[in-house]
């Protein structure tokens, strides 16, 4: 029997299975799909997934296959330079390809122990008291004592559990591939600036070698987005919205993608939660779903080891839904206001016209780029300092770094005054006595998620804190 079977190997299955694996939790990926897909999605790391990245030591991997792009134009598109003082050591877009970032997830994720099997669909779940029992469609079923669904946007999971996935539905649908195109750089420069006056869901993005990126809006809204479009069917397209097919050929792969913001009721139902495109979908304008599913899976990994363990404090796992929901209703907002800005009618352009004014002044463009990158996150963890419910930045210390800390996934107490201890939560907690100039408290009790859960120098006040995150000694 598993511990843990994940459904689903996008990032979000992949990161949360690596997550398990540190925590020694046995783990079963399984994906529908034979083979990853081909079609590149996401194009880019935002600022707090790079960071996730760098706390737990992938960092250079994720550096060596991407390329860093300025933030400052994500917002909506509008293009401004990338605000100074953003609040991290990595104040940029690290542009780099969904199925490479999937690739180096999976890698990483089996490197620690995980198993995946791919050409597994999961078509059935029961749950009971001690466990999970999952049915492949060949009618193969398998145990675990949790199972997790992140499956992506149309949810074979969510769906068997009967959570609700109320919002809105696709309005508009929007065609995607990669394919050799005929007609000069220069031409389909000049078309795409022409068109992107109305309409911004149109592009040809040159990948080298005569392969271009093309998006273009399709007629209607497919009744079974899973189809591919044919090339046919862009040709039609690009006549009828830019008025030649610019002799689109030779297609990589081809994509359709929809508009539609919803967000699931619950993220949990017993034995079984929800992470990722599972959870939440909305439009890629501002390139932030695979951002938000890795960060689920960041979120929820160690609280979920904890539970197989059998250290964690009563209602940890319920936390995972109570912080990160609220995280992608807040994000699903951000895309609804981006797509309005992003119209072509008079009343969102001057809305639009007047935000770009307003993104001049520093702080408006920060508190907006901060959205993006999810930087701004701050989880509820009550009164206190400043600090605390936010993410801990990295800082340089006297011996080293503290992200070179974290890459085990315990907590760790970083204590500036020498007298702390962990006491009889050493086994979760490491206790690192050193010194930064970056740091002006005496000491940060982080979660495994790089979130501060303490600030202060009072042993006492330490060991009554403890607990919350980290179930008895
Ligand atoms: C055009 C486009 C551009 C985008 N650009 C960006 C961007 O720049 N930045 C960004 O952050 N995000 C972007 N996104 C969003 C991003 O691609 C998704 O949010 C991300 O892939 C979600 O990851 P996931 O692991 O949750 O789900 P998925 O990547 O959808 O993975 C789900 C996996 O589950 C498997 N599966 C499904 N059903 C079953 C089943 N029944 N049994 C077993 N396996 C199953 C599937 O085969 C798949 O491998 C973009 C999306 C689109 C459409």
């Known amino acids: 029997m598993f511990d843990v079977i994940v459904v689903g190997a996008g990032p979000t299955g992949l990161m949360l299975a690596a997550e398990l694996r540190l925590h020694e939790v046995r783990v079963l990926v399984l994906d529908r799909d034979a083979q990853p897909t081909r079609v590149v999605r996401s194009l880019g790391l935002h600022a707090r997934s790079i960071e996730v990245m760098d706390q737990r030591g992938l960092l250079e991997r994720f550096l060596e296959h991407g390329k860093q792009r300025p933030v400052g134009g994500f917002f909506a598109g509008i293009d401004k330079p990338t605000p100074a003082r953003l609040d991290g050591a990595h104040g940029y877009v690290l542009a780099i390809r969904q199925p490479v970032t999937d690739r180096l997830l999976a890698e990483r994720a089996v490197e620690l122990g995980a198993e995946l099997r791919r050409g597994h669909e999961v078509v059935g779940l029961e749950q009971d008291d001690t466990g999970v029992d999952v049915t492949l469609a060949d009618g193969t079923t398998l145990r675990s004592r949790y199972a997790v669904g992140c499956d992506g946007g149309r949810s074979t999971v969510r769906k068997l559990l009967g959570i609700g996935f109320p919002g809105e539905p696709a309005g508009v649908e929007t065609l995607l591939g990669e394919m050799e195109v005929d007609a000069p750089p220069e031409t389909l420069a000049a078309v795409t600036a022409e068109v992107r006056k109305t309409e911004q869901r149109f592009g040809f993005l040159p990948l080298g070698d005569g392969v271009y990126r093309v998006l273009v809006p399709a007629e209607g809204v497919a009744e079974d987005r899973a189809v591919a479009p044919t090339i046919e069917e862009f040709r039609q397209r690009l006549r009828a919205v830019a008025g030649a ?229």
Do not use: C
Not at 275 to 301: E, I, K, R, S
Not at 305 to 328: I, Q
């Open 245 to 473: 097919d610019f002799g689109v050929r030779s297609p990589r792969w081809l994509s359709r993608f929809g508009d539609a913001t919803r967000l699931a009721e619950r993220y949990r139902a017993g034995r079984v939660l929800l992470a990722g495109d599972a959870a939440h979908v909305h439009p890629p304008t501002g390139g932030q779903g695979l951002n938000l599913g890795v960060q689920d899976a960041f979120n929820l990994g160690w609280k979920l080891a904890a539970e197989v363990s059998g250290w964690a404090p009563d209602g940890l796992l319920d936390t995972y839904e109570a912080e990160r929901r609220p995280v992608a209703a807040d994000v699903l907002d951000t895309t609804r206001a981006q797509m309005e800005l992003m119209s072509a009618e008079p009343g969102p352009r001057a809305v639009r016209r007047l935000l770009a004014e307003l993104m001049d002044f520093e702080v408006v463009h920060r508190h907006l780029i901060g959205k993006i990158t999810a930087l701004d996150v701050r989880y509820d963890f009550g009164e206190g300092h400043e600090l605390l419910g936010r993410r801990m930045r990295d800082v340089r210390l006297e011996r080293g770094r503290l992200y070179e800390l974290t890459r085990a996934g315990r907590g760790l107490l970083l204590d500036q005054t020498g007298r702390l201890s962990v006491g009889g939560w050493a086994d979760r907690v490491d206790h690192v006595v050193d010194v930064s100039e970056e740091l002006d408290v005496p000491a940060v009790l982080l979660r495994p998620d790089g979130h501060v859960a303490w600030v202060g120098a009072d042993q006492r006040d330490l060991l009554d804190h403890l607990p919350r995150w980290f179930g008895a000694a």
